[in-house]
């Protein structure tokens, strides 16, 4: 592993699609690094309702004037990524007591497998606590409209 002084974060997450609390999210953290990482994890389990392709040109358009931000695929453990990327941090936002109990699990096992990597854990506001992609693939399932629910200049279609 080479050595950096930058400090660089990964945000991880299917992002399927990504909705407003991931980009309030990733705005509270980009201040804090040097290069913020947003990291599409890609489990062959899962069905995705977009593409891979859709979800990262999402990204991609959403951040183009950011140049802190990279947008990255990656597939196996998150700590093994930060690992690769020579990221020390991982990103997280917390909307709920449970998400808390969630992640927390996470992190400790993840700190458990790379001592080096650390969370880092940004709470959302309250009006975006409820939005979840889940929720959101849903309403779109049923033609409801999400624009209030997906970061301006998204076209889901």
Do not use: W
């Amino acid at each position: 592993m080479k050595i950096s002084s930058k400090k660089i974060a990964v945000f991880p997450g299917s992002f399927d699609p990504i909705t407003i609390g991931h980009e309030s999210i990733i705005y509270k953290a980009l201040p804090l690094f040097d290069e913020l990482i947003i990291a599409i994890g890609i489990n062959a389990e899962k069905k995705y309702f977009f593409s891979l392709e859709k979800r990262i040109l999402f990204l991609e358009q959403l951040f183009k004037k950011e140049p802190k931000i990279k947008i990255k695929t990656y597939k196996g453990l998150t700590v093994d990524f930060c690992e690769q990327q020579n990221a020390k941090y991982i990103v997280r936002g917390l909307r709920t007591a449970a998400d808390f109990e969630f992640e927390r699990s996470i992190a400790q096992m993840n700190k458990a497998m790379n001592n080096s990597v650390e969370t880092v854990f940004f709470i959302s506001n309250p009006e975006f606590s409820a939005i979840t992609s889940t929720i959101v693939r849903e309403i779109i399932r049923y033609d409801g409209d999400v624009k209030k629910f997906i970061p301006k200049g998204i076209n889901l279609k």
